[in-house]
T-cell receptor, first 112, second 114 residues
Framework: GENVEQHPSTLSVQEGDSAVIKCTYSDSASNYFPWYKQELGKGPQLIIDIRSNVGEKKDQRIAVTLNKTAKHFSLHITETQPEDSAVYFCAAQRSGYSTLTFGKGTMLLVSP | EPEVTQTPSHQVTQMGQEVILRCVPISNHLYFYWYRQILGQKVEFLVSFYNNEISEKSEIFDDQFSVERPDGSNFTLKIRSTKLEDSAMYFC????????????FGSGTRLTVV
């Protein structure tokens, strides 16, 4: 089955800096890659996603890049703010399946 | 904005007891899911449900687990005889179609087995 690896496990940045979180996946049949933000005591919330037919997608301060050949995708957050502090999960979905395989998560801490 | 609602938010149960976790998916969604997250670990898939039957399940979803859609709005996860290792946060999710159609998670039920 699919296996998703995520790095780093924790990331501390100063407010205003950029943050990058990286994930790799194993199944070349995966074609959908969402990113979720989980705040304390809440469920994961979708923040951005990308399908395998594009290489990059941007939404204001958040962007995701996908390299299908290398089987990795990354989340980029620019101009970080304290409210960006949360656990971020990447995930992958195999073509033909409706379920998601998650990475282990990255705890992002943004210091004022 | 439509939400997935889960009850209770926290449940404590004795080992060996049965528990039922409840979820109300978004009304026009057709796919329903249960995931769990053991403290500090990744979110793991348990089961997906479509058209009143299980469409996929993981190795974790063994005979002690079952799911049901008892009426038009609720979606439940039953654990027949709880074990200590079942302690986790259980998330319900729903989607209109495949995951890329919009996958919404509830806030979770924290299950503690003592």
């Amino acid at each position: 089955g699919e296996n998703v690896e995520q790095h780093p496990s924790t990331l501390s940045v100063q407010e205003g800096d950029s943050a990058v979180i990286k994930c790799t996946y194993s199944d070349s049949a995966s074609n959908y890659f969402p990113w979720y933000k989980q705040e304390l005591g809440k469920g994961p919330q979708l923040i951005i996603d990308i399908r395998s037919n594009v290489g990059e997608k941007k939404d204001q301060r958040i962007a995701v890049t996908l390299n299908k050949t290398a089987k990795h995708f990354s989340l980029h957050i620019t101009e970080t703010q304290p409210e960006d502090s949360a656990v971020y999960f990447c995930a992958a979905q195999r073509s033909g399946y409706s379920t998601l395989t998650f990475g282990k998560g990255t705890m992002l801490l943004v210091s004022p | 904005e439509p939400e997935v609602t889960q009850t209770p938010s926290h449940q404590v149960t004795q080992m060996g007891q049965e528990v039922i976790l409840r979820c109300v998916p978004i009304s026009n969604h057709l796919y329903f899911y249960w995931y769990r997250q053991i403290l500090g670990q990744k979110v793991e898939f348990l089961v997906s449900f479509y058209n009143n039957e299980i469409s996929e399940k993981s190795e974790i979803f063994d005979d002690q687990f079952s799911v049901e859609r008892p009426d038009g709005s609720n979606f439940t996860l039953k654990i027949r005889s709880t074990k200590l290792e079942d302690s986790a946060m259980y998330f319900c999710a729903s989607s209109e179609g495949q995951a890329w159609d919009g996958y919404t998670f509830g806030s979770g039920t924290r299950l503690t087995v003592v």
